[in-house]
Nanobody, 119 residues
Framework: QVQLVESGGGLVQPGGSLRLSCAAS????????MGWHRQVPGKQRELVAT???????GYADSVKGRFTISRDNAKKMVYLQMNSLKPEDTAVYYC?????????????WGQGTQVTVSS
């Protein structure tokens, strides 16, 4: 069973916007951290933004002021609004959650969604 499902990636011109969504499994009884990471070929996966259950958030310096993370605890969703996109934002974006199900607390990853910023 897929535990995290991302959507919303695609091709956008520099300066444009995209909104990523991530739906968490209904089998999760509790979710602590939820966030977004990204990875380009040949580089390590890097944290983009993260939020905890009270809604407080943290961002990578490279996206501060341009990206906004939000979550809907009732729907078990996390979103990433990306504005003023730059070519260097091109990457596969992964949703991440530290969540509890019948196996206990574990770290989960989505399958990734491609974001390409190009003219």
């Amino acid at each position: 069973q897929v535990q995290l499902v991302e959507s919303g990636g695609g091709l956008v011109q520099p300066g444009g916007s995209l909104r990523l969504s991530c739906a968490a499994s209904s089998t999760f009884s509790s979710i602590n951290n939820m966030g977004w990471h990204r990875q380009v070929p040949g580089k390590q996966r890097e944290l983009v933004a993260t939020t905890i259950s009270d809604g407080s958030a943290g961002y990578a310096d490279s996206v501060k002021g341009r990206f906004t993370i939000s979550r809907d605890n009732a729907k078990k969703m996390v979103y990433l609004q990306m504005n003023s996109l730059k070519p260097e934002d091109t990457a596969v974006y992964y949703c991440n959650a530290f969540a509890k199900d019948f196996n206990g607390w574990r770290n989960y990853w989505g399958q990734g969604t491609q974001v390409t910023v190009s003219s």
